[in-house]
């Protein structure tokens, strides 16, 4: 099975934890449904009030990311659900804080066209933009947008004229949404990261010289706070609550621009509802710079869960998750139902069978180890290009793929190319840079800032090569305010270390040089466009530019494995075209792989 669908289990959630004072608010109205709220766990006592005329329930998602077949809430029982608290005299508005139109074959089959659609019928009222609204292109992005019956708001993405143009905000800062007798302004905020997590190519102009479009943040979130406090003043004198819907997430690698940094140094709002970090939690109580406590939601993500904030004269009086269960919305559902259709056509080609789950995730959870230690998915996705660029005349020393761009397990069973393009949904290209050995070891040590601890979408599987991290040394790499790599550790001591490249013609392992020059093949994102921040790349020599889609690498290579009883390729290492290297390492039956990456000098770390 593969992790998403294990985001945000109900299963997880406490429901003996849920206080009756908070379960009252939604339990009375929908007694069949199972509820679940968090507050309690979380330590949020909010008043409970009796029926106000200005009351209204935000149900909200983030972090969609396209799960339209596939995840625990279809969106279409979330039509559903709006519509029976309707039904019962509720006002709902229906928010979503960002990265919905990407993330899984359905997004990429038409540019997240028909995910807009689905949540257009499904009563979406307000979202803002999450950094993968952002990989299309921002002709894609202006499509969807204008394909929207739900309003967009945004307070710091800008455009720019000239180089010198300060910017204007290319989206309304803030939403007003009427639901009933309340007013509830949405001011929306994007994650300034996406200036890096998105194609860099993306918001320059069309000379490539400038950024046309670009993100207020300030040098350490400064110039985001007041942006956004902007938005809220304007926001509040037109509104009788003023809500954030953001896709900052709380994760360390976001420091400075994370929710909980917005909401530290800004006043003049009752809640936070956001995104990004795939985080779940309902109803956290921030101080705000006034001393006033904000609640801050986020509902996990791919639709694990809906998260709900109920407000009541502009107070917020509830917040808690609801799992809707079985009801659909029939019109949203046949538009589900058709998209889901035609990617299954179109991907629906069987190439392989995988004998256990090849993980980007920890077993059983939706923890991406991939994004900060090493993983089967992750040594299968790097082996793939590895192997790849050799087949197709380019030996290479090793392949590099960011932790970002696996996006899924390989579930055990049947592989189909669906199964492939989930994994990497983005159609990246794989291609192949000269670069020298400091290049890589700067590579591997910006791309470990967070290693063993924290997720990092940088983070580096590898092929052809292996690498300890010490977590006891604090990563020191120098970065700019977006995020991009300006030069190695400040204090001179790399937390990457043993850095060894795999020798073909000895069958064995050896120390990697500094000095010397290297082939590499990998995530074009990464090696050659910058993405994710690895500028260390800028200089190196282009050897081959998209030579072909990741998914459909991860394809061939998956089809070059010894067939097994089934008939098909079987994924297992013995099977690989890989095994016939002495000495090369390969274990895809194991959720943590051969061990390439060792994490080192932390609690219970193992050296290989
Ligand atoms: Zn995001």
Redesign the pocket.
Known sequence: MPCRRRAARPENIMDENMPKTLSRNLAARSARRRICALAAALSIVLPCTVVAAARVTVLHTN?THAHIDDGYVSFSEIAAEKARLEAAGESVILADA??HVQGTPLGGYDSGRSVIDIMNAAGYDVATL???EFDYGVPALFDNIRRASFRYACCNFIRRKTLDDPGTLVLPSYVVVTAGAARVAFVGVT?P??LV?ARPSTFLDASGGWRAYDFISGERGEALYAAVQKAVDEAAAQADCTVVVG?L?VSPDSAGCRSIDVIAHTTNFVAFID????SLYTGARVRNAAGRDVVLAQSGCHLGILGFLTFEDGRCVAAGTVFPRGERNPEVARLEEQLSDAVNRQLGERVAVAPADICSCAPGTADRLVRREGCSAGDFAADAAWWYAKRHGFACDMALINGGNVRSDIPAGDVTLKTLRTVQPFGGDIGIVEVNGRDILDALEFGAKTAGDAEFGGFLQVAGLRYAVDAAVKSSVQVDAAGTWVAGPSNGVYRVRDVEVYDRSKGKFVPLDLHGVYRVAGSAFTLMEGGDGFAMFRSAKKIENGMATDYLVLAEYAKAFKRGASGLPSLSSSASPLSELAGYPLAYEKPAGAGRIAIVGRAGAVAD
């Open positions: 972090d960002g990265d999450g950094n993968h994650t990261a996406t997590s896709h997430g995104g990004h970090s795939h």
